[in-house]
Structure formats: C-alpha cells, structure tokens
T-cell receptor, first 115, second 114 residues
Framework: AQKITQTQPGMFVQEKEAVTLDCTYDTSDPSYGLFWYKQPSSGEMIFLIY??????QNATEGRYSLNFQKARKSANLVISASQLGDSAMYFC????????????FGKGTTLSVSS | GAGVSQSPSNKVTEKGKDVELRCDPISGHTALYWYRQRLGQGLEFLIY????????KSGLPSDRFSAERTGESVSTLTIQRTQQEDSAVYLC????????????FGAGSRLTVL
C-alpha cells in the first residue's frame, strides 16, 4: 500500500495567491515525521518544513505552513503569497519506525505560478 | 564541504557497462542516503549508511547495485551491467545522524543508459 499519496499531479496559481498542496499518509506507527521538500528545475531537493506526529501545533516556516490533520492522516502544505520562484515540484515525505531512517516520498505535485 | 557534492553530474553509458557514482556528504554528517528518481517520478530509497556500515539496504533493486562508504565520508554507488531501466537521476543526501529530521540533498547524478 502506498504510504504517501499526493493526488494533484499539477497545480496552477497566480502570483500573490495562496495555494494548498495535498498529502495523505498511511502508517500504524504513533510516532512519525512528515516532511515537505521542493525540487526546482535545477534538480536539487530543498527542505521546506517538518511536522512531528506529537507536535501540538501546525508547523510554520515563513510563507510555508503545514495543515496537519492527524485523524484524517493528512499533511497539506500551504504556501501563502505565491511567488514566481515557487514554481517547482513539491514532494511530501514521511519517516516512521517501519521505514527506519529512510524518508518515503510521494510522487510529487508540480506547482506553476504565473504573473 | 558546504553542501553535498555528487559526481558526475551527467553520465551517458552503453548498456552492459558498469558505472560508479560518487557522493561527498557534508563534513560531520554521519548518515548518508542514496535515492533514485526516474523521470517525472518521486524518489525511491536505495540504501542508508550510518558511518561506514549500511544497516538498511532494503531499497537496492537488484544485485547489480552496490554501495560502499569509506572513512565516514565519501560514498560510491556502483551499478554493474547497466540496463536501460537504470536510467534515472541518482540523488545522495546526508544528515547529522540517522535520527536527524533534515536531509540535505546533492544536485544528483543523471544516468542515461543507451
């Protein structure tokens, strides 16, 4: 069974608008971590934000926030005030004790920001 | 070094040849990971090193794939008798240790098997 599901292959947004990228996950481990990475066309993976399963509050990092809904097993990334430089592929990932130390990645969502 | 360095950045080879891909992690990072990313796909985990040992090789797709790490630094991923389905970008990442939350990735090595 797929552990990380990203159902949106592509998303389009205009500059300065907010956008939500969806991610659902599957684990029976009560202790896990959720991650979002950005991959621009250059190919390098850039860490954006982390949410631990026991964290009481949703993680935020600048314009990025994670809408963590534990009961629904979803960890959506919200990007506020989109910029042209946000155009990239975005990957949701999870680490749990079954996966060990490895991050398990979803298939990604391509975000295109237009002016 | 300042970041994770991978070489070569691009490699074109003929089917059946062996290739070696190199990863230089961030100095002081004891954990090192190899991932494979096929065109338009997500990342597939290949292998994890903690120091020089590889406690998790579960992602290696076949016995043609092997990896080693020496001196808690450089790692080499070797693919023997390459096949066309091996064509992908191979990404290396490192972290302070295996429990660290943030992995720092290199720019990848793009392998094309003709």
């Amino acid at each position: 069974a797929q552990k990380i599901t990203q159902t949106q292959p592509g998303m389009f947004v205009q500059e300065k608008e907010a956008v939500t990228l969806d991610c659902t996950y599957d684990t029976s481990d009560p202790s896990y971590g959720l991650f979002w990475y950005k991959q621009p066309s250059s190919g390098e993976m850039i860490f954006l934000i982390y949410q631990g399963s026991y964290d009481q509050q949703n993680a935020t990092e600048g314009r990025y926030s994670l809408n963590f809904q534990k009961a629904r097993k979803s960890a959506n990334l919200v990007i506020s005030a989109s910029q042209l430089g946000d155009s990239a592929m975005y990957f949701c990932a999870m680490r749990d004790r079954q996966a060990g130390t490895a991050l398990i990645f979803g298939k990604g969502t391509t975000l295109s920001v237009s002016s | 070094g300042a970041g994770v360095s991978q070489s070569p950045s691009n490699k074109v080879t003929e089917k059946g040849k062996d290739v070696e891909l190199r990863c230089d992690p961030i100095s002081g990072h004891t954990a090192l990971y190899w991932y494979r990313q096929r065109l338009g796909q997500g990342l597939e985990f290949l292998i994890y090193f903690q120091g020089n040992s590889a406690p998790d090789k579960s992602g290696l797709p076949s016995d043609r794939f092997s990896a080693e790490r020496t001196g808690e630094s450089v790692s080499t991923l070797t693919i023997q008798r390459t096949q066309q389905e091996d064509s992908a970008v191979y990404l290396c990442a490192s972290s302070l240790d295996g429990r660290a939350n943030v992995l720092t990735f290199g720019a990848g090595s793009r392998l094309t098997v003709l």
